[in-house]
């Protein structure tokens, strides 16, 4: 999503461009460099801009770091006015993106953000559908094309949906993990990419393009104001590849994951897959909010257990395998160290 003002910003010298893991595929620029032919014009001078040579860009499977495709794109979308960069039938003139980001920056919240954003994106091209759903605890962003892009299809479903996602995380200032995203396209050469772009499950040759997240995270508050939105449309591209540290729904995702799959998340490594991050990302962010994977893990195991304990006659160590146990000694241990009492002892005391 690039900036309103026409100002550029200050180009990043050599050891920036290279900087970082080079994951994002050369065929994102290969894409723009046929819109330039279509409109006959030349890219050297948005490539030379980011250090690509040209003949580079012809080999199938090359990659670049994030703040080359971010210089290339730059370049690109100023040379040829077109935001989209040859996506949609109709050029999006510079600002078009920073039009709706601002459109939107005045919701309570970010779900109806993302609605007025899906929105007011069909008043900018007819090429595509946008849409905003949700089904029980998921929402989804979903990208359903009217008019096939040709060989720019690819490029302008990553574009579009990498743009609402990192755009719905800045509204809330925090990380809005996918629980999955599709495509309605086959695998292209470079599927391991998307392992970085999208960071949950994702199938191919599906009906339409479609991104997936914990629809609780629609409720959170826009936590950005003008002068915000002023500073980040200065420099708004590295939204699409910046992740974002904080997950302001961590403690309440982990506390549901404890609850629902017990057996699969006996220890940090299992959690934190099932979360789609790292174990040393987990334990940090719970850290930052004030919690631990220790404190949040009894919380939600003693709850369990004394719901077992009180409604049911199930034995001790089905109790222990339910409430997240490895073993019915271990389950005692803790539950002596919760109430001073033994499961068994706790369970006859209660009974009326």
Same mark, same amino acid.
């Given at each position: 999503?690039?900036?309103?003002?026409?100002?550029?910003?200050?180009?990043?010298?050599?050891?920036?461009?290279?900087?970082?893991?080079?994951?994002?595929?050369?065929?994102?620029?290969?894409?723009?460099?046929?819109?330039?032919?279509?409109?006959?014009?030349?890219?050297?001078?948005?490539?030379?801009?980011?250090?690509?040579?040209?003949?580079?860009?012809?080999?199938?499977?090359?990659?670049?770091?994030?703040? $080359?495709?971010?210089?290339?794109?730059?370049?690109?979308?100023?040379?040829?006015?077109?935001?989209?960069?040859?996506?949609?039938?109709?050029?999006?003139?510079?600002?078009?993106?920073?039009?709706?980001?601002?459109?939107?920056?005045?919701?309570?919240?970010?779900?109806?953000?993302?609605?007025?954003?899906?929105?007011?994106?069909?008043?900018?091209?007819?090429?595509?559908?946008?849409?905003?759903?949700?089904?029980?605890?998921?929402?989804?962003?979903?990208?359903?094309?009217?008019?096939?892009?040709?060989?720019?299809?690819?490029?302008?479903?990553?574009?579009?949906?990498?743009?609402?996602?990192?755009?719905?995380?800045?509204?809330?200032?925090?990380?809005?993990?996918?629980?999955?995203?599709?495509?309605?396209?086959? !695998?292209?050469?470079?599927?391991?990419?998307?392992?970085?772009?999208?960071?949950?499950?994702?199938?191919?040759?599906?009906?339409?393009?479609?991104?997936?997240?914990?629809?609780?995270?629609?409720?959170?508050?826009?936590?950005?104001?003008?002068?915000?939105?002023?500073?980040?449309?200065?420099?708004?591209?590295?939204?699409?590849?910046?992740?974002?540290?904080?997950?302001?729904?961590?403690?309440?995702?982990?506390?549901?994951?404890?609850?629902?799959? !017990?057996?699969?998340?006996?220890?940090?490594?299992?959690?934190?897959?099932?979360?789609?991050?790292?174990?040393?990302?987990?334990?940090?962010?719970?850290?930052?909010?004030?919690?631990?994977?220790?404190?949040?893990?009894?919380?939600?195991?003693?709850?369990?257990?004394?719901?077992?304990?009180?409604?049911?006659?199930?034995?001790?160590? $089905?109790?222990?395998?339910?409430?997240?146990? $490895?073993?019915?000694?271990?389950?005692?241990?803790?539950?002596?160290?919760?109430?001073?009492?033994?499961?068994?002892?706790?369970?006859?005391?209660?009974?009326?």
């Amino acid at each position: 999503m690039p900036s309103a003002p026409s100002r550029r910003p200050p180009p990043l010298d050599p050891a920036q461009l290279r900087a970082g893991p080079a994951i994002t595929p050369m065929a994102f620029v290969r894409a723009m460099v046929s819109a330039y032919g279509a409109r006959g014009m030349d890219p050297a001078q948005a490539l030379a801009s980011a250090q690509i040579p040209p003949e580079e860009v012809r080999k199938a499977d090359t990659r670049i770091t994030a703040a $080359q495709m971010e210089a290339v794109s730059d370049a690109a979308m100023r040379e040829l006015d077109d935001e989209a960069l040859g996506c949609f039938t109709r050029p999006l003139p510079w600002g078009s993106y920073g039009m709706l980001a601002r459109a939107s920056l005045s919701a309570p919240t970010l779900g109806m953000a993302l609605r007025r954003w899906c929105r007011h994106h069909g008043l900018l091209t007819d090429d595509v559908a946008l849409s905003l759903e949700t089904a029980g605890e998921r929402a989804r962003i979903v990208m359903r094309p009217h008019r096939h892009p040709g060989p720019l299809a690819e490029f302008c479903v990553v574009s579009v949906l990498r743009n609402v996602h990192g755009l719905a995380s800045w509204y809330v200032d925090s990380r809005i993990p996918l629980q999955g995203a599709r495509f309605p396209y086959a !695998p292209p050469v470079h599927v391991d990419a998307y392992r970085v772009l999208f960071d949950g499950p994702t199938a191919f040759e599906a009906d339409d393009a479609a991104i997936e997240f914990d629809a609780r995270y629609l409720a959170l508050p826009v936590r950005r104001d003008e002068t915000a939105m002023n500073q980040m449309l200065q420099r708004a591209l590295p939204l699409t590849v910046r992740s974002y540290r904080r997950d302001r729904l961590l403690v309440q995702r982990v506390r549901q994951a404890l609850a629902s799959q !017990p057996l699969d998340t006996h220890n940090a490594d299992d959690l934190a897959a099932l979360l789609n991050v790292s174990a040393r990302t987990l334990h940090r962010q719970l850290k930052d909010e004030g919690a631990s994977l220790q404190a949040l893990k009894d919380e939600v195991r003693r709850q369990r257990a004394t719901e077992l304990l009180l409604r049911t006659r199930r034995p001790i160590k $089905q109790v222990a395998q339910a409430s997240g146990f $490895q073993n019915e000694k271990s389950f005692i241990r803790a539950f002596r160290g919760w109430t001073g009492r033994s499961p068994g002892e706790w369970r006859s005391e209660q009974a009326p």
